[in-house]
């Protein structure tokens, strides 16, 4: 049987919601560096405290688009690495989770955020995970310095993890905007082209250069409906649906 | 190993709890999904000539569940599972027919590292197969029986997931982690009493709807097969795969006359999973085409009337509850999406007639005839007839078949064994009120679709390929023949021959160039091939390709050449389409299949034998000219329809007299150890 990555949480407060309000304290208490608050504080870090450059590129996404297809999870392990692998995706998009639950907590989207205060950056004991000043600031981790030891991994806030474990390398990975994609026909990065956003045939993902609030798990989750939709079935869909809670 | 394949199959004997692996490479020849399954199951349940291939129920049923090399690759509506084997469900005789489904098995299947798993024996007591990427263990599922599909995933999700809470978590599986949930396929009660009505669900709605094969499921003891991977599928060319779908979703493939938006999701198998999830009875984007049937509110919507808000809620419950009881939508449904004006007509429901019909309006049909009813010759309890299409009736009626009580036992043998047992059989199939053209199958398209009638006569029942619906359709901004010889330069093998598709039906044209011509016989055997290849081996979603309208078969050769990074040429994938189909047809003839089995239901051949059409009808070429007719008054001539069969065994290499293929004709395409059994048993067309 499987095992649960969180195991040893079981029983006690759910991770998500221990995030959501004191991600800062676990920080601090696993690793030394200091962490600013949200957006608008990291924007203007208070003096002593460590700050990184803004990302010039984030993923958005409106959840109730999406149709679950996992298009761009499959589109991300292909770009980077030339194989169908859901499971060195850099996006997570997870279904029925929990079960046969109905819209519009039927799909969870998990892409990753490019914190404003990036906890894999700031817990890497190698600098492997850097902020990549040659393009746009984007948050990645650099494959050759990377020591496998997982930090990474335990540390990022979200639920599910953004981080993601290659196990075939022994390696750490996260979203680069498709920085670095061997296998994709088009430039990616903050000024690109990724491949998650431009295969999503519901045009639920959008690269965008403002970030997005940082506050809670649902900034990232906007509207997205185009203005007239043409689709092929029935009726367009409308923003006025009540956004899922909490999921991020 | 090639490209797309994960190169293994699992083989469980669930008799001695054995569980050994196949070489894929073995099969390769055949494609993939239905292709390798039918040649597995020649090899394994055909050739050792142990078993006479009648019963479904034996334990010695083999039953391969195969996916295909496009799956888990990105390939947009490639994903789906093909299911073969004896069907409960065929009538008289249950023939060697198959089904597939879409979901996201498939995907999972691939992504475990296995293009497949054969099941066969029949275990002591209620198990279930659990695989994990290379691991696969037979359990018990002792807690398992009886309980409805939903719950039993449910169930199987929480023991392969262990403590993982899915959707917030990755779980690890030995260095690997995934977010995915187990992908189940499972029966329901309808399964575990064996009903000829039983689907396989997996997910929340997604069936496979055609065969009845969860019955073989329940007399195999096997409740569900899971599977949860964390693997890769290997690719030739990923970047390519990835410039096809930009392709198709923003130019090439801008799709107009198809059911299937070009964008179709590639984690699953559904193109049409829905852009607005809210608008589906299921979670998840899942959504069934067909089995929407039995939403339709009889009387009111499917005849033209409003749904009322309190009938589609109803309608929702009681689609819940057929995928919860693992019924086939198909087979149970009570009127169709589309009635038809039907000369003929039984004298009901305003001389309109569904142009699907299943079981649930039979029952209808009997009951405003006086037959059935509570203390009627045919005894309807514990049906509640007052509520016939209602929420309870439908409940009441899953119940009855799921526990074979009173009308649920002749019920739950399936419409054709029903009427048979009723004593209806003869007179209901004359009138039309029974409207399954051949092999019992659930009425689906009859005419002015000829090739989709011929599939039904030639393989086991309903063929459900719209391929060449659309295709042949009125077009707009050119003339018929303009349109016919485009399309014409898409049959390969048969290429610019556009009378294939004259559907002329009476009179000195269509023994010449219509109906019962050679040239008709070119387009059957095109859709066969095609089918066998691209939609039931490649597993593309028959709503979605070919599209011969706009991409098809480009659209096609750039998915299978950029996953597989095989040479071959369209011609090539047809020739190999037609092998699946010779194949087909072979364990076919080992079950006894011959030219005198092959006939239509009598109403066939008589006014009423024709439905509906879309798309402005089909094409006639009469007296020098072309032109589009819906043909309302088509039905078939029994002479001619025995011309077509001629014509149609020569096209194929099978033998005139009893449709056997030849030794030429299997040694032709590789397959002398067919020909050698067959000769052996005296069945090798002469």
Partial sequence: MAESENAGTQGKVPRRKFLVGGGAALAAGAFAAQIPGPAVAAAQPAAGKVSYPASTGYIVYDSRLCWGCQSCMFNCSMAHYGEANPSLSRIQIIRDAPSFTKYPLDVVMSPCRQCVAPLCVQNCPTGAAHIDTGHGNVRVIDEEKCIGCKRCLQMCPQNPRRTVWNPYKKKSTKCDLCIDTPFWSREGGPDGDPACVTGCPAKALKLVRETPPQEDVAGYDVNLVPPRPKMPFGKPPTPAAKKPASKS | MSYGYAGKIARVNLSTNEVTVMETARYEEFGGGYGMGAAIFWDLAVAPGEWDLKDPFDPRHVLPIMVGPLAGTGVPGAGRTSICGISPETFPTCEFWRGNFGGRFGTMMKLAGWDGVVVEGKADRPVWINIVNDAVRIESAADLWGRDTW???????????????????????????????????????????RSRLAALITGSGVSARIGGFGAVFGAKNLKAVSVLGSGTVRMADAKAVMDARIWQMTGGGLVTGSFAPASAGSGSCNPCLRADRRRNVYHAGETMCVDQHW??????????????AQAASEAELASEALMKYGASGWSAHFLGLFVSDIPGAPDFFDKKVPVETGIGWYIRYLHRIGELGPGKRIDSAPLPMEQWGELSFRLAFLDAISKRVGIGDALAEGCMRAAEKWGRLEQDLESGALRFPAWGATGH??????????????????????????????????????????????MTPYADDIFMFNY?????????????????????AWSRHYASFW?????????????????????????????TGKKDTFADTMRVGQKIWTLERAIRVMHGRNRKAEVFAPFMYRPGASGMTFWGGVPIYENGKWRHDEAPDMYLDRKGVEDFKTHYYQLEGWDRDNGWPTRRTLEGYGLKRVADVMAERGKLGA
């Avoid at chain 2, 619906?469 to 707009?476: D, S, Y």
């Avoid at chain 2, 070919?546 to 996953?563: C, Q």
């Fill in chain 2, 504 to 524: 002329a039906w009476k009179g000195e044209e269509a023994w010449k160039t219509g109906l019962y011509s050679p040239h008709k016989a070119k387009e059957v």
């Fill in chain 2, 445 to 490: 398209w009859t005419l002015p679709s000829a090739e989709w009638a011929y599939n039904y006569l030639l393989g086991a029942g309903d063929p459900s390929w719209h391929g060449l619906v659309t295709a042949v359709g009125k077009p707009r901004g050119k003339t018929t023949e303009e349109a016919l010889v485009e399309l014409a330069k898409k």
């Fill in chain 2, 295 to 308: 939403l339709a509110n009889p009387e009111k919507q499917a005849l033209g009337g409003a749904q009322s």
């Fill in chain 2, 535 to 563: 939609n039931e081996s490649m597993a593309f979603c028959e709503m979605f390709l070919p599209n011969l309208e706009t991409i098809s078969p480009e659209i096609e050769m750039k998915y299978y050449t950029a996953v």
């Fill in chain 2, 151 to 193: 719950e039993t995933q449910d169930r199987i999700a929480s023991m392969v997931g262990g403590r993982a809470r899915f959707g917030e978590e990755w779980m690890q599986l030995e260095d690997t982690y995934t977010t995915g949930r187990p992908q189940i396929l499972c029966i329901g009660p309808v399964g575990e009493a």
